[in-house]
């Protein structure tokens, strides 16, 4: 899991060219979402749209508001063409 975040932090700093600040707040849903998956015992190489509605449910239920929710899944949207991009 820490290779496909390096991946995805070197991803997004030399071929998006995002801001630090990005590159923080995308990093940090990411390792959220995968601590998520773990926690369910999810593949996350391998994850359902169900799994994904079911994460979006705890975002809600913490009282994560939309725009924050729709940054987290921009953030996965992201960290998942990056590793299709590199062949992971």
Known sequence: MDS???AFQT????NKKVSPNTLE???RDVEHFLRFCSDKGWNMESVTPD???NYEREL???G??????ARKFASLRSFYTC??????
């Open 83 to 88: 590793l299709i991009t590199l062949g992971r």
């Open 25 to 27: 707040s995308y990093v």
């Open 60 to 62: 809600r239920r913490m």
């Open 51 to 53: 799994q994904l509605e």
């Open 11 to 14: 991803y997004l700093s030399e």
């Open 4 to 6: 496909y975040l390096a």
């Open 64 to 69: 994560k508001s939309c725009a924050t929710i």
